[in-house]
């Protein structure tokens, strides 16, 4: 029995390889490779836009932007020593969805309010009623009062946040000194000779 021959073997039985036939299919396979890498980089482009796109949905659903400034006063009652007003703060939503304002309280030198009802306040300026208290001795704060709001945001979840606001030179304190007001009656005659605030004394 022979020995076989070493090395490569020419197999006569296959067909002669067309070079033009071979440069297509080298180029078909080039391009299918380079359209997998660009799909490829474009689902990866899609993905992170979305994962972006969704923590900056979140980060905006946690979004607390809420200014409190005194509004208009209503009705006001004051027995000479407390005046019970029902007023109206003013809140400014600058952040980009609408939250949810459950309560907003404060207690400051004397003063006291707090909301009612939750009210949802949407991006821009709404009027929240509040019911305030406040002695009218000595006179309202001269330092700004710190509104505490508490806040369900669009993630709903509950927050809380605070607003320092001015009180002096506003509805409420024009409305306290109004209502605190004493009048001063001549005892000889009965006659109104005037009016002082009941924090002088």
Not at 13 to 38: C, G, K, M, N, Q
Not at 61 to 67: F, M, R
Not at 113 to 126: L, M
Request: aromatic share 2%.
């Amino acid at each position: 029995m022979g020995i076989p021959p070493e090395g490569p073997v020419l197999d006569l039985d296959l067909p002669p390889v067309d070079p033009a036939r071979a440069a297509v299919r080298s180029r078909r396979t080039t391009l299918t490779i380079a359209a997998s890498i660009v799909l490829a980089m474009v689902a990866g482009g899609l993905v992170t836009h979305v994962v972006e796109s969704s923590q900056r949905q979140a980060r905006q659903d946690a979004d607390v932007s809420l200014i409190a400034l005194v509004g208009s006063a209503g009705t006001a009652r004051s027995d000479g020593l407390t005046l019970t007003m029902e007023a109206n703060l003013t809140l400014v939503n600058s952040g980009p969805v609408p939250v949810v304002v459950e309560q907003v309280t404060g207690d400051a030198g004397g003063l006291r309010f707090r909301s009612g009802r939750p009210t949802t306040v949407a991006p821009g300026v709404k009027s929240v009623p509040v019911t305030a208290t406040v002695g009218c001795a000595p006179d309202l704060p001269a330092a700004p009062v710190e509104a505490v709001l508490t806040v369900r945001t669009a993630d709903r979840k509950v927050r809380e946040t605070s607003s320092l606001m001015i009180v002096q030179g506003t509805p409420w304190a024009f409305t306290h000194q109004q209502a605190c007001q004493v009048m001063l009656i001549d005892p000889s005659t009965g006659e109104i000779r005037g009016y002082r605030h009941s924090s002088a004394g």
